[in-house]
Every structure is written in C-alpha cells, then in structure tokens.
C-alpha cells in the first residue's frame, strides 16, 4: 500500500512559478512510476507528466512541454512537478499517481488502472 499526499498547489498570477511535490509512504517508492494528472472544472483528468522508476525517462503533454519539468527523489520518497510560465489554462487539480507494474510511457497515454492516487492539489493561475 502507497499513499501519495500532494502539496504546493496555490494561487499564482500568469507568467509564474509553482512547484508541486508528491510524498509518498513506505519503502518502496522507487519500485513506482509516478505520474501527474490535472482536472480543470467541468472537464476530464489528463495526463501532465510522468516519471520513470530511476528518473531517468520522462514524458511531457504537449500542453505542458518546455514549461513544467517532472523529477524525483526516490531516497526521499518524493516526486516533484515545476512549473514555470503559468498559463491561466494551467488551472485545475494536480494529482499524483503511482503504478508498480506499467512504463512511465504506458502510464503517459493510459492512467485507467493505475494503482494509487493522491487526493490533489489544486493550482489557480490567474490572468
């Protein structure tokens, strides 16, 4: 059992800067692929970003490419999102997710099943 807990989220004019972070429990974070999702009101979770078992492999929406920047720290059981030049589209709730068998590309084009998620952060980016 993981549980993933998100922090970071805020109030941010355009053109600014956030970093989320997803904290995960247990010992075994590093045996996860961690991916970031995003829900804007009235519309469906996409996918952000996602994040290979040793960090080394990342995907990007294309929404998001150039401007947000997936990482983690697997000693400290941690994933981040940056996110620099905010845009007011950016707007919505961020998960975190972990899945323990699929490639960080599988996770990118598919999040049906994966096995935890975090309750969210939410982020505002105002024009």
């Known amino acids: 059992q993981v549980q993933l807990v998100e922090s970071g989220g805020g109030l941010v004019q355009a053109g600014g800067s956030l970093r989320l972070s997803c904290a995960a429990s247990g010992r075994t974070f590093s045996r996860y692929v961690v991916g970031w999702f995003r829900q804007a009101p009235g519309k469906e979770r996409v996918f952000v970003a996602a994040i290979s078992r040793g960090g080394n492999i990342t995907y990007y929406a294309d929404s998001v490419k150039g401007r947000f920047t997936i990482s983690r720290h697997n000693d400290k059981n941690t994933a981040y999102l940056q996110m620099n030049s905010l845009k007011p589209e950016d707007t919505a709730v961020y998960y975190c997710?972990?899945?323990?068998?699929?490639?960080?590309?599988?996770?990118?084009?598919?999040?049906?099943?994966?096995?935890?998620w975090g309750k969210g952060t939410l982020v505002t980016v105002s024009s």
């Open positions: 997710a972990a899945d323990l068998r699929r490639t960080a590309q599988a996770v990118s084009v598919n999040y049906n099943g994966v096995d935890y």
